[in-house]
C-alpha cells in the first residue's frame, strides 16, 4: 500500500506542471488538447511498438475505452479553457471540486450508499471556490468553465476505475488517447467556426511544450493514476488531488508572477480548500489506526 500512495504522490506532482504547460502553449484549449492526445497516442505506440506489447482488445472494448477516452478529452478541453479565461491558479483551483462531484456521482454510478462525512468534507472545498467566485467578480468565466472541468474530471475517474478493471493500463491509456482525440477531430470544424484561429499548427515553442505535456504530464501521470485506482478509491484519489493546486500555484506565482493578480478572497477561499484536505488526512490516519 505504501508504493502505491507514492505512486499517487508522484502523479499529483507531475500533474502540478499541467497548468504551466498549458499557460505556456499559445494555441487555444480545443487545439491543445486535440494536440496533446494526438502525440500522446503516438508516442505511447512507438513505446509499446518497440518493447513488443502492443495489444488488442474486443470492439466492444475499445469503444468503451474509447469513450471514457472522450470524457477526459472534454475535461482538459474546459480546463485549459478555465486558464485562458482567468489564470492558472484559478483554473487548478476549481479542481479542488472533483472531490464533491466524486462524493455524489461515484455512489449513483456504483449503486452504494452516499457518505456523509465525503459529502461534507467536499463541501468545504465548495465554499472555498464560492467565496472567490462571489468576491472575485473578472474570473467568473474562468470559475465557470473551471467547475464543469472538475464535474467531468470526477465522472472520468469514476467510469475509468469501472472500465480498466482487470485490463492493462498502457492499453487503456492508449485506446483512450486515440478515442479522445478522434471526437476532438471530429468536433474541430465546429469548434473552429465559433472560436476562429489564425492558425491551426503549433509554433517551434508549442511543440516543445506539447511533447513534454505529452510525455511527462500525460503518458507518466495516467499510468500511474490508473495503477493507483485498481487498489484506491476515486475519492481518495480525487481528495488527494486536492494538493495539486498548492504545487500549481507555487509554480505559476514564481513562474509567472500570478501573487500580483490574486486577492485576498483566494487567498481565503485557498485556505478552506486546504483545511478540507487536512481533515480528510486526519481521519484517513484516525481509521487505519483504528482498524
Known sequence: MRSTFLKLHLSILLAGFTGLFGKLVTLNEGL?????????????FLILRVRGKIAGVSLSDAGKIAGTGCLLALHWVFFFGSIKQANISIGVICFSLVSFFTAWLEPLICRRRVSVRELLLSL???????LIFRLDSHYRTGILLGVISSALAALFTIVN?????GRSTT???QYEMAG????LLCLMPLYLHFFPVETIFPAASDLLWLLA???????????????????????????SYNLEPVYSIILAMLLFGEAKELTSA?????????LSVALQTFQSSQSSQSS
Do not use: H
Open 32 to 44: 491543445l488538447v486535440c494536440y496533446r492526445m494526438l502525440f500522446t497516442a503516438l508516442i505511447l
Open 266 to 274: 483566494f487567498y481565503s477561499g485557498l485556505g478552506l480548500i486546504i
Open 171 to 173: 492499453v487503456m491509456l
Open 180 to 183: 479522445g482525440c478522434l471526437l
Open 213 to 239: 505535456l505529452s510525455f511527462f504530464c500525460t503518458i507518466g501521470l495516467y499510468l500511474l493514476q490508473i495503477e493507483v485506482l485498481k487498489t484506491i478509491s476515486a475519492f481518495t484519489v480525487n481528495l
Open 124 to 130: 468545504i472545498s465548495v465554499c472555498g471556490i464560492l
Open 161 to 165: 476505475k469501472k472500465v480498466g478493471a
